[in-house]
C-alpha cells in the first residue's frame, strides 16, 4: 500500500512512520516543515507525488492551553486544514486516517466510558476546532474517511506527561497532580499500529475511538510513572479547582469502542513499555 503521514515529525507522526514501514508499506512521511496541511496548492502537490492509496494525517495544533489565546491558529490547523486535505484525498481517490481527541466532549458523562454515538460539547478551543475538523472532513470525503479520537497520549518521541513527571520528580521530594480527572493513558506505538491498521483496511467510515486499555486520574498516571521509574517521590492528589488552567479539560473522559474499532493493550503495558524503551534511550 502506498501510504501518505502528515505531520510526520510530532510524537505520534514518528511512531505511525516506524509502524507503516514494519508493515512494508510504501511510505511517504511528511512533517509539518515539509507540508503545511493547510496550503491545499502544496497539499495537491504532495498528493500527487505520492499517489497513496490512504493518508494518516498525524498533524494538528495540540497547545490545549495557548490555544485559548491562538484561537486562530488552531482554527486553521484544526478545523481548516482536515477539510483541505479530505479534498485532496477526495479527488486522490485515497483514504483518509485523521486523528482526534477526547476533548470533544464535555466530561460529564455518567455511568460509562464515553462511545462513538454519545452526543459532543467540547468545553475548550482545541475541543471545538478538532469537532470542526471531524465535521469538515466528514463533508469533504463522506465513504472514505476514519476519524480516531484518542486521549493522553504520551510517547518517546515528544513532550508528554510522563516525561514530564520524571523531570520533576528528579527535582523534588513531592509532586502535587490532578486526581479529578479521568481518561485513557494512551501510548503512542500502540495506537499508531492501530491506525495503520485503519489505513490498511480502508473500510471503517465514521467516528471510532481508540485508546487504551483501563482508565486513570492523572495522579494515578503519574504515581505508577514514579514508581516504574524506581523513584520514591511523593505524589499527593489534588483537585482541579487547585491547579486551574486557561481551558476546561474533562473531568472524565474515558474511550470506549462501539464500533468494532481496534483494542489496544492497558495504559499500564504501554507505560511499562515507554519507561524500558526510555531507559534503554
Known sequence: MRLLITGAGGMLGQD?????????????ALTRAELDIIDGAAVRAAFEAARPDAVINCAAYTQVDKAENEAEAAKQANAVAP????????????WLVHVSTDYVFDGQKTGGPYLESDPVGPRSVYGSTKLEGERAIAAALPDA????RSAWLFGLHGPCFPATMLRLAGERDQLRVVADQRGCPTYTPHLAGALVSLAEARSLVGVVHVAAAGEASWQEFAAATISGAGLDT???????AEYPT??????YSVLRSERGAPVLPSWQQGLSEYLTARGSA
Open 16 to 28: 505511525v512512520h516506524s509502524a507503516a514501514t514494519a508493515a512494508g508499506h510504501q511510505v511517504s
Open 83 to 94: 477539510g483541505v486535505l479530505a479534498g485532496a484525498a477526495a479527488e486522490a481517490g485515497a
Open 145 to 148: 474517511h476514519t476519524i480516531v
Open 234 to 240: 511523593r505524589v499527593d492528589p489534588i483537585s482541579t
Open 246 to 251: 486557561p481551558a476546561a479539560r474533562p473531568a
